[in-house]
């Protein structure tokens, strides 16, 4: 199963033929350059390419007027002055002969994608158009965009293959209005967006674009608004609204299908966005959505106009969905003052309607009243600043570093009586260990078949760390000893941070945490607080790892975002038997653990637990996790349990605020 690749050079064929300083950005260069990127650096060649085609009429009537539709159909047969005169009844856009068809070739593109996602084609895909679609609305051309693309691909799947919910995440740094005109009462499409707001001062200066626009009638709860209303907005500030508040909306929601507006003015160095967030956030941004729906994800462009960071955000978003190493992201420490702000205020504004945010705190009442639409005046006075010195104001990044594949994706070291699961790599040849630590073991009461474990261990370790294999399962006897052993003994000296997550009830583990080296967060029924440390997080939930719901909330809301300031270079994970977890909880989690340490990530398991080999081996290997179906209503105690250890924690780890 691959990922699709949609491009049609005929969609670079149109351009502003007068002079308009709001349009002149979009240019066919946009599209050109994130294709051949893509042919540069070899990732189009790992895709598959799929024929662009027209949408039909009806396609399009699916959201847009008839009206609208004969008006655009016109405008290959107009005049330059008639091109100009119909352009300007709306807003930021412009006619060219050529754009209906390109239009067309767009919203087809969509639909050619979800066609080869619901068919089983490829599991993923990208569409990179012209033009965008998101501000196009009922009736209206608006903000470069002419036809909805993702909205009708949305109505298009609901149709054809009776999807009956669709997450659509707009990480484009303008707000989709015309996404959320379309489904604002419909819940059967949960719409995201995060958007440069400033109080409404940015474009398009809608009311509506603020985080109380939660939807209406049956949809209410289903729009979901994140404004940003500062630029400059980093790494960390779109992570922790992913970990905050699009993830545990979006579990609850349980999608069957995963549209995203995929614009990259939200990248650094774009003239638009303003903003900070280097290309590589979009590898983890793709990432984290490629669990959610079976892992059934179309990208359709939108924005994105430095040609150089558009380019570096297409590759990465496109390596992430072919299933590459995601890149490591350093120095994330935490949302800024005015990040936490928003997504308090989106938090607060969705807890009625999701169980998942029900214990957000509501923002203070002070911060939210004190929002202002600057005058008329001042407003130009911002707009006439220096306008060329703004958008050229010297943004420089370094390239994303290669995000080179292992030769060997998934190692196993198993006893030889345990069949290994398909398309691991058992190892077989093993290390001489240090005589010390084979008269410990001795002394641990490991026998001779357990010394060579533990060595084969060993050996695994070293080629992780060593990039020649991502990853690891491990059947061991005693799953505790082991992990002491892998924490004390064989990382030591190779790894600088080791990320251990501890599934199920094990007492000792606070021993092995002093010094930031090593990073326990233990999820369990057991009550170990007593223990609690900086970096001995222990989290407890009423029915322990058996509550999916709780577990989630835990992985999304702690671990995460732990994971994403500790930045590991090796994630040990390990399964205490009896722990109770769901296999689809536990390939979530796997699948999410992906994200750090370059999908470096060692499972432990015990023997007696090779019941969980099979769904285990699948996760390591990249295949996406089973949605987690008829989620029970969280226990509150849970949610305030973590909302309590979140709000202790703050103070050491700042990517668990959610609260200034
Ligand atoms: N300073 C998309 O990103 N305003 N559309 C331009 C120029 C319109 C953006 C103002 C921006 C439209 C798909
Ligand atoms: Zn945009």
Redesign the pocket.
Known sequence: MGTALLYDEEMTKYKLLWVD???K??VPERLIVSYEALVRSGLSDRCISIPAREASDSEILLVHSELYLEAVKKTPYMTLEDLKEFTLQFG?VYFHPNIYHCAKLASGSALQLVDSVMTGKVRNGIALVRP?G??SMHGAAN???VFNNVAIAARYAKQKYGVKRVLIVDW???HGQGVQYCFEDDPSVLYFSWHRYEHQNF??NLRESDYDSVGKESGTGFNINVPWNNVGMENSDYLSVFCHVLLPVAYEFCPDLVLVCA?F?SAIGD??GEMCATPDIFAHLTHLLMNLAGGKLCAVL????NLTSLAQSVCQTVQTLLGDPVPQLANLRGPCKSAIESLQCARSAHRRYWSFLKHAADPPMTDISTKHIKSAMEEEEKTEMAEEERCTEGKVWPEPPERLCPPVCSASVLPDDVVCPDGLKPLSSSKDLEPLLVSKLKTAAVDGDGVTTFSRLYTLVEKLVANEIRNGLVLVPDVAAAMMCVVQDLTSDLVKRVLVVCVGKEKELDYVTTDGKVLVVQISSEDSEEHRSKYYIPVCLKKGCSDTSGFIQAVLGLLLPLGYEYNPDLVLLVRMPGSGVVDSMWQQLIGLLQGFAKGHTLVLMQVNEKACMGSTASALLGHPAPPLQDLQTPFPEDGDALERLRERLQADWKMLQTTS
């Open positions: 300083p709001a349009c950005i979009e930021d965008p998101h501000h903000g470069f965009c484009d740094i303008h474009w398009p614009g003015d003239p638009e939108e924005g994105g106009y």
